[in-house]
């Protein structure tokens, strides 16, 4: 554990340098999860405020409560079973979107940054986040304070490089340049991705399935950012683009060649089993129609490093 220390909101020292935790933090999206913080699903419901959800009312699907508190246990069972230590954000009934646990807040080698959300019913949530950094005692890295800048944008993609989305909505471009400033300034590069706001995030296009491998929906980015994939020798599984609009892409690598996906991408868990991966699939069908999916519901508070000793 690290060394007890008084809480802070800016652990992050001005001119770069900040010393890296040494049990908190992740160096990359695919080292060994050995702790992750989820968002509660207490208050949880669809709300249109985001093209998924709107998708799920023009289909006339119906959001059940307690079908939607069923399968969250049973993600939450996946974890702990694949032996990650799970730690549940505290519930606040004014938050129904609490659940996405990876937006509020997003966690670097440094601490944790808490992040500006951008819809009006998603304001809050930075305030029970911080409550439970402290109850952890994770000192927090820094805090947005220019625009938003949402987690679900931003991928500690390997070691030395952080791509973060920016589509002038969850996302602003002056969050994405102030945190830019804050990492670049450690010695990390950023690499800054626009899209249309109609994704959402991009982690509803690209995911990181394990080392120097990730998903992506070839259809729904720009070919540069293909190019730059392939430039880091990342190999690409492409992802149709119907199933972005399952949150088919939104998926979670455990490390040692695991990975947690949603149960109804059974396309994706194929190629991921014929790239040798061993596949978690909980059900969280009740969940993704209000538009997120295991990657949205999950903030890593700790990743083995990817850095070969």
Known sequence: MDQMREFTLKYRKDNGGTTALTHWGMDSEYGVLRDVLIGPVDNFSWRTGNASARRAARLGMQFDQKVAKAQHAEMLDAYRHAGVNTHLIPADSSLPYQIFGRDSSVMTPWGPIVTQMYSPWRRGEWVPI???????????????????????????????VILCGYSGERTSPQGFQQMKGWVEKEGWE??????DPFFL???????????????????AVEPKLVQWFKSR?????????????????????????????????????????????QVIDPDISMITPGGGGIHCMCQPLCRDSALKP
């Open 201 to 219: 995030h991009i982690d509803v296009m690209v995911a990181m399935l394990a080392e120097k491998l990730a998903a992506v929906c070839v259809d």
């Open 130 to 160: 911080v409550k439970q950094y402290a109850e952890l005692d994770i000192p927090i890295y820094d805090v947005i304070t220019a625009g938003s800048l949402e987690g679900g944008d931003f991928m500690v993609l390997e070691p030395g």
């Open 233 to 277: 020798n990342i190999e690409i599984i492409d992802i149709p683009f119907p199933q972005v609009l399952e949150l088919g892409v939104n998926v979670v690598a455990l490390g040692n060649d695991r990975v947690m996906l949603p149960r109804a991408n059974t396309g994706l868990a194929d190629k991921c089993r014929a790239h040798g991966l």
């Open 190 to 195: 950023v690499k800054g991705y626009q899209f």
